[in-house]
């Protein structure tokens, strides 16, 4: 990884040992300007990992536990007569005037209050009473989601899905780096330890940066044909979308230019392809009971889809 992106997840690190894997795949969907969903069990580090980012990136950042109870103005905002004036006042939400929106447990909140993200998600706006607003640049949701089938929890709708970047889990730590955390935590929160490494400026300059990496049609029909295969696979009721495939190549680019590369290859989507694509492939309800999973078939699909050509 190129230095700046190398400093950021060694800040990173500091609360999160072990798991610079997960750490570089959230830092390169940030690169894409996209939003990320971390799902996993309870207590491993979800809440942790996206704080610590919005420190480590310069970030200005709210936090929004999502209960039932939470309604879509809570997020968007609303407007209210003023009784001075007599007109309409707009109230900010929790989505206006901040760079990085944490989501915590997302799949506890209502439907409709899930379905207010949708237009902030991909638009980079909201709209309230008829008027559109446009949130800060960069936008970027984080959000955490247990796993579901536990108390109180829902699946989030498809096109809820499909506006994630990326599906992340972070996984128990392994023993050595368990025993590292118990000994930070004995006398403080590693968090309060991470500085500021980016602005937030750097951040923006680095999303163009890798906005302009060069993708060479070889690469871009390579995707083409993975998406393709999906669609047609006879186990699968919904394929990767047309979002997903723009997802895929802005994932590979960005990958490219963390890794210092003016121009990204067909193994740079093969890398991104399971995080990026695993949450957006619905298999049919008789493949799963035959034991067939997302990722047998996406690895299948590496298989059978000849890759890209990288001298073309």
């Known amino acids: 990884m190129r230095p700046d992106v190398t400093r950021v997840a060694d800040e990173l690190e500091k609360v999160l040992s072990g798991k610079r894997q997960v750490i570089e795949k959230a830092l390169l969907a940030v690169l894409s300007d996209g939003h990320i969903l971390l799902e996993d069990v309870p207590g491993v580090g979800k809440t942790t990992?996206?704080?610590a980012l919005s420190r480590a990136l310069g970030l200005t950042s709210r936090r929004v536990q999502f209960t039932p109870d939470v309604l879509p103005s809570d997020l968007v905002g609303f407007s209210m007569v003023d009784r001075d004036s007599g007109s309409l006042r707009y109230h900010p939400g929790a989505l206006c005037g901040v760079n990085l929106v944490l989501g915590d447990e997302i799949n506890r909140a209502a439907s409709k209050t899930q379905s207010a993200l949708l237009?902030?998600?991909?638009?980079?706006?909201?709209?309230?009473?008829?008027?559109?607003?446009?949130?800060?640049?960069?936008f970027l949701v984080i959000a955490t989601q247990n796993v579901v089938g536990a108390a109180g929890t829902q699946p989030l709708p498809f096109a809820q899905l499909e506006r994630f970047m990326m599906r992340?889990?972070?996984?128990?730590?392994?023993?050595?780096?368990?025993m590292a955390l118990l000994k930070a935590r004995q006398t403080a929160n590693p968090l309060d330890s991470v500085e500021p490494v980016l602005t937030r400026e750097q951040v923006l300059a680095l999303q163009a940066e890798a906005a302009q990496v060069t993708v060479k049609d070889a690469v871009l029909d390579y995707i083409t044909r993975l998406t393709e295969a999906s669609r047609t696979h006879p186990a699968v009721e919904v394929g990767i979308s047309p979002r997903g495939a723009l997802s895929l190549c802005?994932?590979?680019?960005?990958?490219a230019c963390a890794e210092g590369r003016d121009y990204a290859t067909g193994e740079d989507v093969s890398r991104m392809f399971a995080d990026v694509c695993g949450h957006r492939v619905l298999l049919k309800r008789q493949a799963r009971n035959e034991g067939l999973t997302v990722s047998g078939l996406l690895g299948e699909l590496l298989s059978s889809v000849p890759a890209a050509d990288r001298r073309v």
């Open 49 to 51: 990992l996206a704080v």
């Open 119 to 138: 237009e902030a998600m991909e638009e980079r706006q909201i709209t309230v009473d008829g008027q559109t607003r446009p949130l800060e640049r960069p």
């Open 168 to 178: 992340l889990s972070i996984g128990y730590p392994d023993a050595a780096a368990q």
């Open 250 to 255: 802005r994932a590979a680019k960005a990958l």
